[in-house]
């Protein structure tokens, strides 16, 4: 499947499977939502206490899922995922990329204040998947 084709089939949707690599080799699953931007980069926003964190950090091949709603077509996008800082400051470049990533994957919030301080005690940080391959049959 030519990536570009993949791409467009990714965009619209919001929510798919990110598979990254245990330390034994085996796949980690985690059903996430998700926003394509314009450069061509997937977004998705992780704690850095959770395993993909762990395993992404460890070895960045990754890989998003994504299917049909009548679950018989799909897409697979794989590439190299990089790690944004954990937010550290309601204010920090982390933040500002979860709000942009936030309203392009949910639209607004009631409280962006909120959201703010949300980010950082989670210990909030962004997956920047970046694709180079893709398969499957949409």
Known sequence: MELAAALDYVRPRKN???VAL????????SNITYALGAD???RISITA???KYANLLRDPRASLYVTQDDFWGYVVVEGDAE???VAADPHDAT???LIA?????QGEHPDWDDYRRAMVADKRTVVRLRPTRAYGMA
């Open 16 to 18: 798919g499977v990110l």
């Open 101 to 105: 990533l936030y309203r392009a994957a």
């Open 83 to 85: 790690l944004a800082p």
């Open 49 to 51: 206490d959770r395993a």
């Open 40 to 42: 061509g980069i997937v």
């Open 95 to 97: 933040v500002e990329e």
């Open 22 to 29: 245990k330390r034994d080799g085996r796949p980690q699953l």
